[in-house]
């Protein structure tokens, strides 16, 4: 649903059926998994739990729904099918909001929940619970044959969902903290106890905890991760992106390594087969094997689009690679580069292959950091092209992967200060 369409009651979704790209279904919606949040602030639809056909319920995240419309759900066709375990912040819609009694904060009055709606946040991939559809009269059988006047208010309008904002549980240190970028909550994280930082990661979505773990030292990184159960540890590091995961993965020993990887999707693992061929500090070891990578038949407003992903860094959406087939890396033929600023510039219908950037040499993954830093400092650039002797490509370095690699191992802890101190007893 795009940005400022009409919102969703969450009834309408019971049951929907779910569809790959290329229109074969995949199962059907069972319930919504919403994580509530401190005081009166709306919950956050994380996902949808979908039955396949076999019976087993998996859990969907919303980055991965590309369209909810006329009594279908639209996914990017990459599912993981683990069953759904739920964890300690979430919560089921059907199975623990709907039917619940809650109270009118303007009047004092208790009312039964009959529905709720959902709507995409604008700009952003994120989806909330805004509205609650209630109705007013006693819950029971007298309820049942004499109903009483049904409304719908706006979610701060109601109490009885929310956290309480008291105790030290995970659960509600989580929900205090959830507004942090990654890299300040994995500030708060490394100044935790052992026990309340796995508590903490234990209760963290895959996305949330993959987007930390990558701005953790490796101690914690190693430490978190060998609490996790190995098939969860595997789906966040499918999570992660494939250098840093693999930079991980590389610290683990051997045999951990090889069942992290065979519980992994076959192409991810063969991405960080591929990541952890090369030598740590080289433009192999430190390129991401996802940037946007491009046809020559496609148009500018073919490769905006692809731009535009939130999910992206910064760095990765500033510029696209064209190539011939096949788009994956290792691509075929590497073309040239299409920098961000030069598609605002360009008409939409325009196809990227007339205005390439093919004029500066491409990094070999066997490159240094040195000689990396310098090419980024001398074109002033913020992400490079990593190409084999084949003229495939095999990745992109991002200046971030090189400040990464080149401050010292303490930077995390002289230069990351948070304005709040942060309570950090364990028990």
């Excluded at 912040?89 to 909001?97: A, D, S």
């Excluded at 990351?416 to 950090?424: G, K, N, P, S, Y």
Aim: charged share 30%; net charge negative.
């Amino acid at each position: 649903m795009a940005a400022g369409a009409p919102r969703i009651f969450v009834s309408h979704l019971q049951g929907v059926a779910v569809f790959d790209p290329a229109g074969d279904q995949v199962g059907r919606v069972r319930d919504l998994v919403v994580m509530l949040r401190v005081g009166q602030r709306p919950p956050r639809l994380l996902g949808l739990v979908v039955e396949l056909a076999n019976r087993r319920r998996i859990f969907l995240p919303m980055t991965r729904v590309t369209a909810i419309q006329s009594g279908q759900i639209i996914t990017t066709g990459v599912l993981n099918v683990r069953r759904f375990e739920q964890r300690p912040t979430e919560r089921l819609v059907f199975g623990e909001l709907l039917d619940r009694r809650v109270t009118l904060t303007e009047t004092g009055e208790e009312v039964t929940v009959l529905d709720l709606s959902v709507h995409q946040l604008p700009a952003r991939r994120e989806w909330e619970i805004d509205r609650v559809f209630v109705r007013k009269g006693k819950k029971g059988g007298a309820f049942r044959r004499a109903k009483g006047e049904a409304l719908t208010v706006e979610w701060t309008a109601v109490t009885g969902f929310s956290l309480e904002e008291q105790g030290q549980g995970a659960e509600n240190l989580l929900a205090t903290f959830e507004q942090l970028r990654p890299a300040d909550l994995a500030n708060v994280l490394h100044h935790l106890s052992p026990k309340r930082r796995a508590e903490v990661a234990a209760a963290l979505d895959d996305d949330r905890l993959a987007d930390v773990l990558e701005e953790l030292p490796e101690d914690d990184q190693i430490e978190i991760l060998g609490k996790l159960k190995e098939e969860r540890a595997a789906d966040v590091l499918e999570a992660m992106d494939p250098d840093d995961a693999a930079d991980l993965l590389g610290e683990l020993p051997t045999d951990e390594q090889e069942r992290l990887l065979s519980l992994m999707q076959p192409g991810d693992a063969a991405d960080m087969r591929r990541l952890m061929s090369y030598e740590d500090r080289t433009a192999g070891g430190l390129m991401t094997t996802e940037p946007i990578v491009l046809r020559p038949d496609a148009t500018v407003a073919d490769a905006l689009a692809r731009v535009r992903n939130a999910d992206l860094s910064p760095a990765l959406a500033a510029q696209v690679y064209v190539c011939r087939p096949p788009d994956e890396t290792p691509t075929g033929k590497y073309l040239g580069t299409v920098h961000f600023q030069r598609l605002l510039r360009e008409p939409p219908p325009s196809l990227v292959s007339s205005i390439l950037d093919n004029d500066l040499q491409p990094l070999d993954p066997e490159a240094d950091l040195p000689a990396i830093a310098g090419f980024f400092a001398t074109y002033d650039m913020v992400a490079a092209p990593v190409v084999d002797e084949a003229g495939s490509l095999l990745g992109a370095v991002t200046v971030d992967d090189v400040l990464d690699h080149m401050l010292p191992e303490d930077w995390r802890e002289t230069e990351f200060h948070l304005d709040e101190e942060v309570a950090t007893d364990g028990s």
